[in-house]
């Protein structure tokens, strides 16, 4: 539920039990007065629901639209695409349909017991973003990438046989696909939205539509860290993923080796991994298990270390500075009354210590531990390394009265292996940016839009240059859309 290194790691292969407690506010883009049966989508952030909220669509022009025209267009004519009978389809124009956009608001009566799919699962791209949902919960390799009504439906399927009210997945901002609108959501209004943005017109509209992109990326960019507020509780002890499995996660694309996805899975090993989800859903609905929050664990040790790693590799200008950096971080490990062993005993307690007091309950529990102690193992042994070697390096230089030269030598090794730490963890942290003006956010590229450049190095936008790359240089791989077929009968829709 952070939409920040859910961007930037975006090929989700976890998914979790979750819930929206009652009380909460969310909120439902489209031509409609009326609540639909669903499924059906609902935003948390009021500008994500906006995008949605116009009239309905005619049918596009035949000819092919590119995905990646406008964020706008794009996401209204996704609204519109459905596969029924292996044909693109467009929603019926009856001559009874509201011809404006309107914003429904809603709020929950009962808590929600959700899906969450991580990664950017609402993303229509050919990278991987989909293939947890449709290889493993859907079994369809073959899914049409646009088909988000079929994929909505056919999900709503399998997660309500398991006694849950639909699925979390994130795009530019985070949506519930709610499986039925009449379960659990009151109606607390419906708005009329503007329709114009004709100078005078006295719409509301005026410059809205100008500065809109930037608002949203603004809206969802609140959540880079977070959906605030309590909104959203997730159960990690019910984290299924397909990274406890022993399982080729290659990505055949030999420029994203760091996006996993699930080409070379076999219908096997997918089938073992959607088992496990059922049976963990399962046995999670009784309410009576326990939870490790395990992303606050992941906080500390994140807290503790990434500043300072980041500092040792970039900033520092001599060995000393390294040496107090690395000291301050394992000197509370080390006893100095133990004989010296190497620092095999302080080695130990720092890989522990931020673990040591969990006690894990299910098996997730102890497979995400056993990733943990992996990480923290990996940091306190390079930090161990670096001090036995500046301690040697540095006994040397005071004997033999080595020139300057071997102190920047020196450096530079310190500097290159916790280079080569930070390459291993690969924590969204340091892609982050150090500061933004007010009127700018942090950008980086959210299904549908971005560019290459940014997902390198995320940088500061404002609403003049928040657009900029994103046609000529966009991020994500989408396929075309093609003319609907035909429309669907009334008993489709």
Not at 46 to 61: G, Q
Not at 111 to 126: F, Q, V
Not at 185 to 207: A, F, I, N
Not at 292 to 308: F, H, K, M, P, S
Request: aromatic fraction near 10%; charged fraction near 25%; glycine fraction near 6%.
């Amino acid at each position: 539920m952070r939409q920040w290194g859910a961007s930037l790691n975006h090929n989700g292969l976890s998914t979790f039990v979750a819930t929206v407690p009652a009380g909460v506010l969310l909120h439902h883009g489209t031509w409609r007065k009326t609540p639909p049966p669903g499924p059906e989508w609902l935003a948390f952030e009021i500008e994500h629901a906006e995008v949605f909220a116009h009239p309905r669509w005619r049918f596009p022009p035949p000819l092919a639209i590119s995905a990646a025209d406008s964020f706008m267009l794009l996401q209204r004519q996704r609204g519109i695409y459905f596969q029924a009978e292996n044909d693109y389809q467009a929603w019926r124009d009856d001559e009874d349909e509201d011809s404006e956009g309107h914003l429904q608001i809603y709020r929950v009566t009962k808590p929600l017991r959700l899906l969450y799919i991580d990664g950017m699962s609402a993303g229509n791209t050919e990278m991987g973003t989909l293939d947890f949902q449709d290889f493993v919960l859907r079994g369809d390799r073959n899914a049409n990438i646009w088909d988000e009504f079929g994929r909505a439906k056919g999900l709503c399927d399998i997660v309500t046989r398991w006694g849950l009210q639909g699925v979390i997945r994130m795009e530019a901002g985070f949506e519930i696909i709610k499986c039925d609108f009449s379960d659990s959501l009151e109606l607390v209004s419906v708005t009329q939205r503007p329709s114009s943005d004709t100078p005078g017109s006295g719409s509301g509209w005026e410059g809205y539509s100008t500065v809109h992109p930037m608002e949203f990326v603004r809206a969802v960019s609140r959540r880079y860290h977070g959906i605030g507020a309590s909104r959203v509780a997730l159960d990690f002890s019910s984290m299924v993923s397909a990274m406890f499995y022993p399982i080729n996660l290659t990505n055949s694309d030999a420029s994203k080796q760091n996006l996993p996805r699930l080409e070379y899975a076999t219908d096997e090993e997918l089938h073992s991994i959607g088992a496990r989800i059922k049976e963990v859903v399962r046995e999670r609905l009784d309410g009576k298990h326990s939870t490790i929050n395990w992303q606050e664990v992941t906080d500390l040790i994140v807290g503790r270390y990434a500043d300072r790693i980041w500092f040792m590799a970039e900033r520092a200008q001599s060995t000393l500075e390294i040496q107090g950096e690395i000291n301050h971080l394992t000197n509370t490990h080390v006893d100095y009354g133990e004989k010296k062993d190497g620092y095999r005993a302080a080695l130990s307690r720092c890989e522990r210590h931020y673990l040591s007091s969990i006690t894990p309950e299910t098996q997730e529990d102890r497979l995400i531990l056993l990733a943990m102690e992996e990480v923290t193992h990996a940091i306190c042994e390079r930090l161990f390394a670096l001090r036995l070697y500046i301690e040697h390096e540095i006994g040397h230089q005071y004997n033999n009265r080595a020139p300057a030269a071997h102190e920047d030598a020196v450096l530079q090794v310190l500097k290159g292996s916790v280079r080569h730490l930070m390459k291993e963890l690969r924590w969204t942290r340091w892609k982050e940016c150090t500061t933004c003006s007010f009127d700018e956010v942090c950008f980086v590229p959210m299904w549908p839009f971005g560019d290459k450049d940014s997902y390198e190095q995320p940088n500061c936008r404002n609403f003049s240059s928040i657009t900029n790359g994103w046609y000529d240089n966009r991020y994500w791989d989408m396929p075309k859309m093609r003319h609907p077929a035909k429309p669907p009968s009334k008993e489709d829709l």
